[in-house]
């Protein structure tokens, strides 16, 4: 199951690198790219912090 993993992330890094070749605005994609990354962090610390408070609520902390 690892090594198929692994085969999965190998493709994926080589069709990122065939569609980068063919971008004709590469910065612009990498920031588009980046701003979805950290918006998606963000949203992800934000639904983890909201968890926590409500675990606290119901035990009783």
Same mark, same amino acid.
């Given at each position: ?31 588009? @790219?980046?701003?979805? @990354? ?24």
């Amino acid at each position: 199951m690892n090594s198929l993993k692994g085969f999965g992330i190998c493709f994926l890094l080589a069709a990122t690198l065939v569609a980068m070749r063919e971008l004709a605005q590469v910065e612009y994609a990498l920031l588009v @790219l980046t701003v979805i @990354l950290i918006s998606g962090s963000v949203g992800i610390y934000v639904a983890s912090r909201q968890r926590y408070r409500r675990d606290r609520r119901i035990a009783g902390d």
